[in-house]
Nanobody, 118 residues
Framework: VQLQASGGGLVQAGGSLRLSCRAS???????????MGWYRQAPGDQRELVAD???????KYDDSVKGRFTISRDNDKKMVYLQMNSLKPEDAAVYYC??????????WGQGTLVTVSS
């Protein structure tokens, strides 16, 4: 699967951004069976999980974004979204879209940069 992330940019603290990730070349056109996630990596830090949305629709969030970020998916459009509200300077990072079909290898998008000014 190929992933194309978009939607990053510069926003003031307290503001909002919506990231989008488009999937293509999914196995047997089964995007709905992929577990999808958003990760982020700030300079000097390891890549960390922000949010997951599983094939059944359940979600999981890192504690640092609970109540502020919402992950969602549109299986018909092969899209996954990350709505980010009440952004903080510490949310600034490159955000990556991730896809995994069952227990197969993970796929990564190219990343989209989020900058939050204080």
């Amino acid at each position: 699967v190929q992933l194309q992330a978009s939607g990053g940019g510069l926003v003031q603290a307290g503001g909002s951004l919506r990231l989008s990730c488009r999937a293509s070349n999914t196995i047997f056109n089964t995007f709905s069976l992929y577990n999808m996630g958003w990760y982020r990596q700030a300079p000097g830090d390891q890549r960390e999980l922000v949010a997951d949305i599983f094939s059944g629709g359940s979600t999981k969030y890192d504690d640092s974004v609970k109540g502020r970020f919402t992950i969602s998916r549109d299986n018909d459009k092969k899209m996954v979204y990350l709505q980010m509200n009440s952004l903080k300077p510490e949310d600034a990072a490159v955000y990556y879209c991730n896809a995994q079909y069952k227990t197969g290898p993970e796929s990564w998008g190219q990343g989209t940069l989020v900058t939050v000014s204080s």
